[in-house]
């Protein structure tokens, strides 16, 4: 596996996920959040984003965090594995609240340095009615590509914790 691509909602562990693929893999990691932020949380404009995943996605190696659905078709077609983070709601949401308190006016590792961690309830709410919404068009996208790349869908810590054992022990012979 060259190039893997971690989705899920906000707070499922992608970035954790992704850092942990990393120091086993040696594969580098290109947390989407940190190029598509500007200051201030101003986002890139479409054409230079657009840009920017298409160089990333080009590359021969990488591990990619982050939903973007705009361009989550051209991320999915370019990696070999995607890795689908199912988590239960009320985990994320205490998972986003957790780190808005270990941030507080900072930012996260994986985050653009001028966007200090922030919470706010548009935030939430798309947190919250992420099962309803961003999961369903998820399912779909995933369900197109069945059989043409290979789909890890992990709905537990106890399951990621399975997984990043098996890579442990497999390393990138992943199927």
Same mark, same amino acid.
């Given at each position: =596996?060259?190039?893997?691509?971690?989705?899920?909602?906000?707070?499922?562990?992608?970035?954790?996920?992704?850092?942990?693929?990393?120091?086993?893999? @040696?594969?580098?990691?290109?947390?989407?959040?940190?190029?598509?932020?500007?200051?201030?949380?101003?986002?890139?404009?479409?054409?230079?984003?657009?840009?920017?995943? +298409?160089?990333?996605?080009? +590359? +021969?190696?990488?591990? =990619?965090?982050?939903?973007?659905?705009?361009? =989550?078709?051209?991320?999915?077609?370019?990696? @070999?594995?995607?890795?689908? $983070?199912?988590?239960?709601?009320?985990?994320?949401?205490?998972?986003?609240?957790?780190?808005?308190?270990?941030?507080?006016?900072?930012?996260?590792? @994986?985050?653009?340095?001028?966007?200090?961690?922030?919470?706010?309830? @548009?935030?939430?709410?798309?947190?919250?009615?992420?099962?309803?919404?961003?999961?369903?068009?998820?399912?779909?996208? $995933?369900?197109?590509?069945?059989?043409?790349?290979?789909?890890?869908?992990?709905?537990?810590?106890?399951? =990621?914790?399975?997984?990043?054992?098996?890579?442990?022990? +497999?390393?990138?012979?992943?199927?």
């Amino acid at each position: =596996m060259n190039r893997i691509l971690v989705i899920g909602s906000a707070g499922s562990g992608k970035s954790t996920l992704s850092r942990k693929l990393h120091y086993i893999l @040696d594969l580098p990691v290109v947390h989407l959040d940190t190029y598509y932020w500007n200051a201030d949380w101003v986002p890139k404009p479409n054409e230079e984003w657009n840009n920017i995943v +298409e160089q990333f996605i080009n +590359e +021969e190696h990488w591990i =990619m965090d982050g939903n973007y659905s705009r361009t =989550m078709d051209i991320r999915i077609n370019k990696a @070999d594995l995607i890795i689908f $983070l199912d988590m239960p709601r009320l985990l994320c949401i205490y998972r986003i609240i957790k780190r808005r308190i270990i941030y507080h006016k900072k930012s996260r590792p @994986d985050m653009n340095q001028e966007c200090p961690e922030k919470l706010d309830w @548009d935030f939430v709410k798309w947190v919250w009615n992420y099962r309803k919404k961003g999961r369903v068009n998820t399912i779909k996208k $995933l369900e197109q590509i069945k059989g043409r790349k290979e789909v890890v869908i992990l709905s537990t810590r106890k399951e =990621m914790d399975e997984f990043i054992g098996k890579v442990e022990k +497999e390393g990138a012979g992943l199927g």
